[in-house]
């Protein structure tokens, strides 16, 4: 049996850590960014969720206090930014932010598609707080996420990416009714839209496909 990679595991230690950290907070109607942003001591919090973590995954919580030490490292790391804005975030590849009411699976269906926004790193940390705080009051669609400063080796220039995802990309209204938003939130270069059935089978890789399925 090969052996595990530690920080390959701890990468996967993290990921599942903060999605269950988000999910809690979520329960409560409250958000990461909000509690960081605000200033809210949420430190009782933290520790209790990665007690209940190391309680059902013992093996991914050793992983992370190797690298983290304690849950206090963490903490810190998260009011410093880490998971907030994507030029602070070092561990996760994307911060993920679902609209309320939505499903975090909807963004995989296959009738869902999504608006590309590109963006400059120094120009993506505002850009994603107007897309992230439009996207809690429900004004554009189910979900949107945004590329981090942790190197990804997929990423083909230094440029980070914002997707803004909408439920169907064959209800043009909706699709558009949110092209139009992101309009008058600042956004009015010309965006590709992608449908992720054409994602789903690698259809964008490959040279000479069309890459968007609307540009507007």
């Known amino acids: 049996m090969a052996e595990v990679d530690p920080e390959a595991l701890a990468d996967v230690a993290y990921g ?3 999605h269950l950290l988000n999910r809690g907070f979520r329960s409560q109607d409250r958000y990461l960014y909000a509690l960081v942003e605000g200033g809210v001591d949420f430190r009782a919090d933290l520790i209790a969720i990665f007690e ?11 992983a992370m206090l190797l ?3 304690n849950p206090e490292t963490i903490y810190a790391m998260l009011c410093n930014g880490e998971g907030v804005l994507p030029t602070k975030t070092t561990q996760m590849y994307w911060i993920v932010l ?12 296959e009738n869902a598609g999504k608006w590309l926004i590109f ?5 993506v940390d505002a850009s994603w707080k107007k897309v992230r705080d439009a996207t809690v009051t429900r004004e554009l669609g189910i979900s949107a996420k945004v590329s981090t400063a942790k190197p990804n080796p997929d990423s083909r220039d230094n440029r980070k990416v914002i997707y803004v995802y909408t439920k169907d990309w064959a209800d043009e209204t909706d699709v558009m009714r949110v092209r139009e938003k992101l309009r008058e939130m600042g956004f009015v270069d010309r965006l590709g839209y992608k449908r992720n059935i054409e994602t789903f089978a690698g259809e964008y890789a490959k040279k000479g496909k069309r890459v968007t399925y609307y540009a507007a």
């Open 16 to 18: 599942i850590f903060e």
């Open 67 to 69: 690298r983290f030490s």
């Open 98 to 109: 679902d609209a309320p009411g939505s499903a975090s699976e909807a963004i995989e269906d």
């Open 52 to 62: 209940k973590f190391k309680d059902e995954y013992p093996q991914l919580a050793e």
């Open 119 to 123: 963006q400059e790193p120094d120009q």
